[in-house]
Structure formats: structure tokens, C-alpha cells
């Protein structure tokens, strides 16, 4: 089992950077893809990004292709998304999330461990 905690969340002006990281418990964090979601106000949660376990392929939604970029570290445990060129509609909490049974997944239900979310908000 591994539990999940992200940071880095908060309020920037769109045009503006966050780092997003998520940090997890255990000893086997290299056998996890990894996915970071996000949810917004009355929307469906949607994969934003995902990394496989060793961090050699990833994948991103179109719409934030070309502005984050998912990296891990698996000494340090630690999934990272830094986001870039926020936007308003970027404005959601994002989760990070752990799937055991696959090298990398973009299919939200194959994620067996979430984190509690994070708030990214992008407004002037």
C-alpha cells in the first residue's frame, strides 16, 4: 500500500508557473505508474499527465500538452508536475495517483491510490 500527499498548490496570475509534488510512502515506489488528475468545479475528474514507473514514457491531455511536464524521482519517492503558461481553465484541484498493476495507464480506474488533492487556482 502507499499513501500520497501533494503540494505546491496556490493562486497564480495566468501566464504564471506552479510546481505540483506529490510524495509517497513505502519502499517500492519505482513498481507505481504514476498519473496526475484534476477536477474541476462541476466537471468530471480528467487525466492531466502520466509517467511510467521508470519514468521513460509519458503521456499529457492535449490540453496541457506543450506547457506541463511530469517527471519522477523514484529515489526520492516524489512525482512532480510543473505546470507552465497557466491558465484560468486550469483552475481545479489536482490529484496525484498510483497504479500497481500496469507500466504506465492513462485509465483512471487502473489508479488503486489517490492523494488528497491539491488547489491550483489561475486568476488576475
Known amino acids: 500500500q502507499v499513501q500520497l500527499v501533494e503540494s505546491g498548490g496556490g493562486l497564480v496570475q495566468p501566464g504564471g508557473s506552479l510546481r505540483l509534488s506529490c510524495a509517497a510512502s513505502?519502499?517500492?515506489?519505482?513498481?507505481?505508474?504514476m498519473g496526475w488528475f484534476r477536477q474541476a468545479p462541476g466537471k468530471e475528474r480528467e487525466l492531466v499527465a502520466a509517467?511510467?514507473?521508470?519514468?521513460?514514457?509519458?503521456y499529457y491531455a492535449d490540453s496541457v500538452k506543450g506547457r506541463f511536464t511530469i517527471t519522477r524521482d523514484n529515489a526520492k519517492n516524489t512525482v512532480y508536475l510543473q505546470m507552465n503558461s497557466l491558465k484560468p481553465e486550469d483552475t481545479a484541484v489536482y490529484f496525484c495517483?498510483?497504479?500497481?498493476?500496469?507500466?504506465?495507464?492513462?485509465?483512471?480506474?487502473?489508479?488503486?491510490?489517490w492523494g488528497q488533492g491539491t488547489q491550483v487556482t489561475v486568476s488576475s
Open positions: 495517483a498510483a497504479s500497481s498493476g500496469v507500466v504506465m495507464t492513462t485509465i483512471p480506474g487502473q489508479y488503486d491510490y
Open positions: 509517467i511510467s514507473r521508470a519514468g521513460t514514457r509519458t
Open positions: 513505502g519502499r517500492t515506489f519505482g513498481s507505481y505508474a
